[in-house]
T-cell receptor, first 114, second 114 residues
């Protein structure tokens, strides 16, 4: 089936540094999402993105977070600066215009902030 | 806000036995309900969704009925196989909170022994 790729699979950085998480969505999909899962807790919605704009964001999407998809390349989540509480697995998802409810997820990027 | 509560794992069963994973939800509106399955090293993938109350969804021998009165969406399978070992997530999407924002439960790890 359709695949969403995420790069890198693991990232370890020091608190205060910047990190960019990359997502390669399904090729014809137009809606993109980021979710955050802290160990032992549920996956939580961060943000969705369509037509070059953030459509909706949750309270977890702090001012230090930003998303973009320049020129149809990777859909990225940037955190600057990082904090200890940003340690989590971040899942990217994408969906088509016709099937917004059918989100395809990547395998996740495990971010560890020291 | 919305919330989803499901059976705490891990759940360990022998091959050929029946499965029930409980899921209950809280929301102010009329959500679409989902079951997702996640295999090791992969992202969650949609098992099935049910948009309307009192309807049943099914896929690969799994099924669940959207019970609006009881606010439940329990996952069942008559006879599990070793290949069903995975983490199962109950989720909802609610127009009041954002049409394509998914709210997940914590996930239930299912371990099937041969």
């Amino acid at each position: 089936g359709p695949k969403v790729l995420q790069i890198p699979s693991h990232q370890i950085i020091d608190m205060g540094q910047m990190v960019t998480l990359n997502c390669d969505p399904v090729s014809n999909h137009l809606y993109f999402y980021w979710y955050k899962q802290i160990l032992g807790q549920q996956m939580e919605f961060l943000v969705n993105f369509y037509n070059g704009k953030v459509m909706e964001k949750s309270k977890l999407f702090k001012d230090q977070f930003s998303v973009e998809r320049p020129d149809g390349s990777y859909f990225t989540l940037k955190i600057q600066p990082t904090a200890l509480e940003d340690s989590a697995v971040y899942f990217c998802a994408s969906s088509s215009r016709d099937r917004v409810y059918e989100q395809y997820f990547g395998p996740g990027t495990r971010l560890t902030v020291l | 806000g919305d919330s989803v509560t499901q059976t705490e794992g891990p759940v360990t069963l022998s091959e050929g036995t029946s499965l029930t994973v409980n899921c209950s939800y809280e929301t102010k509106q009329y959500p679409t309900l989902f079951w997702y399955v996640q295999y090791p090293g992969e992202g969650p993938q949609l098992l099935f969704k049910v948009p309307k109350a009192n309807e049943k969804g099914s896929n690969r021998g799994f099924e669940a009925t959207y019970n609006k009165e009881a606010t439940s969406f329990h996952l069942q399978k008559a006879s599990v196989q070793e290949s069903d070992s995975a983490v199962y997530y109950c989720a909802l999407s609610d127009l009041a909170e954002g049409a394509d924002r998914l709210t997940f439960g914590k996930g239930t790890q299912l371990i099937i022994q041969p």
